[in-house]
């Protein structure tokens, strides 16, 4: 009887230690030593590959799930066996440093550019077996979402070596979470046989592609392979929304013919909204509608006419921003506004601010302008002119203007002075030829 007690405690222990060993939890010596390989591309700079290493390699080893071999073994491993860093490598140069290394699995990450998509390769090496252990791409539109991507591969890996992964396969619910879609969005897409694997489909072309805009494509109907084919363009999803409302669902006249013509995507929107087919067409289309303009000009003033008679003359030139207040700049009649500084003899920067009202039609406007200056560096004193000019194709324009204001007590250089200085004398005229760009 004495023995009973002794046999009930033996077998308690096998039960309890059989149970520990079905968890999932891995045991703190059984995970696997990883080497990461260098982010291998021909269109980043070292530099930049390094930092992306660094970050991946970082996020790697916060999951908790690798021993992360330390990147200088890496590295002097990959000089003994001649094998350029950051360079396409061979899997069995991937191969070789896993061997040599005594490592269970071999990091491998290749980022490259095409057109305007970039994309991001994902390999883990086993060793041991010479096979896959877990593959996946990504596509990003730029640079900017290189760590969002960063961030969802590693994100992706942790699920697929937790057996997150597999446990979700078959549960749409759980699948919805995994791509971040709220509680609401999750229940509206399981009620309406939203396909996970469609969605996912989408998303490895824009990362930034939610469950929430999933749900706005179900909604209006659009058709996901067109969404597709933008998205491989390097296209937000709120400009697919837009050229997908407009009826747009062929990519390829933007590519072929607008963006070798310089133009955005929401450019091509916008011509394809009013009727416009031609890239030559909108250039024309979309300078009806500019709103500012960088003006320069040169000319000379005088104190009177013919300038043989007068005590002094001076070049000028001027600087300044030109903004109209109008929406069409080929109407009738548009008004802007002007600042910018004038620069007498060319050297003596004086503020102006400008009033201007353009009357006429395309090609030829005339212009009235009323402005007024301050000159505070040489002579201290204020002026207010008047300008009356004619202006060409939008881009030139020729003026005459009168100026008055109270007298100032220095004096410029002058060349036709028979001092050294010549007084200002008001009211003092001049002509101006202008540039707009």
Not at 202 to 211: E, N, T, V, Y
Request: charged share 20%; glycine share 6%.
């Amino acid at each position: 009887m004495k023995r009973i007690p002794v046999l009930v405690l033996l077998f308690c222990s096998v039960a309890v230690l059989a149970k520990a060993g079905d968890t999932n939890i891995p045991a703190a010596d059984s995970k696997s030593k990883l080497a990461v390989i260098d982010v291998m591309s021909s269109s980043f700079e070292k530099s930049k590959s390094r930092m992306l290493t660094d970050n991946i390699r970082s996020a790697l080893f916060n999951l908790r799930i690798f021993d992360i071999v330390e990147r200088g073994a890496v590295q002097k491993v990959m000089q003994e066996q001649n094998i350029v860093s950051g360079s396409v490598l061979e899997d069995s140069d991937v191969l070789k440093i896993g061997r040599t290394m005594n490592v269970d699995k071999v990091f491998v990450c290749t980022i490259e550019k095409f057109n305007t998509m970039i994309s991001v390769n994902v390999r883990i090496v086993n060793v041991a077996t010479l096979l896959l252990d877990y593959t996946d791409n990504f596509y990003i539109r730029n640079e900017d979402q290189l760590l969002d991507a960063i961030t969802e591969m590693v994100k992706k890996i942790e699920d697929n070596y937790l057996g997150r992964g597999k446990e979700t396969l078959y549960d749409p619910a759980k699948r919805w979470a995994q791509a971040g879609a709220s509680r609401n969005d999750a229940d509206w897409l399981m009620a309406n046989r939203a396909d996970p694997d469609a969605y996912w489909a989408l998303r490895q072309f824009d990362i930034r592609f939610s469950p929430a805009e999933y749900i706005l494509v179900k909604k209006g109907g659009f058709d996901e392979q067109a969404i597709k084919r933008f998205f491989q363009s390097g296209i937000s999803y709120n400009s697919v929304k837009r050229a997908l409302s407009l009826g747009i669902v062929d990519v390829s006249t933007y590519r072929e013919v607008w963006r070798p013509a310089g133009f955005s995507f929401e450019d091509y929107l916008d011509a394809y909204e009013n009727g416009i087919t031609l890239p030559s067409d909108y250039t024309t289309y979309i300078e009806r509608f500019k709103k500012d303009w960088i003006v320069a000009g040169a000319g000379f003033v005088a104190d009177k006419f013919p300038i043989t008679d007068t005590q002094f003359k001076w070049f000028t030139g001027t600087i300044g921003w030109e903004h109209f207040w109008t929406r069409n700049q080929r109407d009738w009649y548009k008004i802007s506004g002007e600042m910018g500084a004038h620069m007498l003899m060319l050297f003596d920067p004086v503020p102006y601010a400008q009033l201007n009202l353009y009357l006429g039609g395309y090609p030829f406007y005339g212009k009235i302008a009323v402005g007024a200056f301050y000159e505070f560096i040489m002579l201290n004193h204020y002026a207010g002119y008047l300008r009356l000019g004619m202006e060409i194709m939008e881009h030139w324009e020729w003026s005459i203007l009168t100026v008055w204001g109270n007298q100032p007590t220095g004096t410029l250089p002058s060349s036709t002075s028979s001092e050294t200085n010549a007084p200002i004398a008001f009211p003092y005229f001049g002509a101006m030829f202008t540039y707009k760009f």
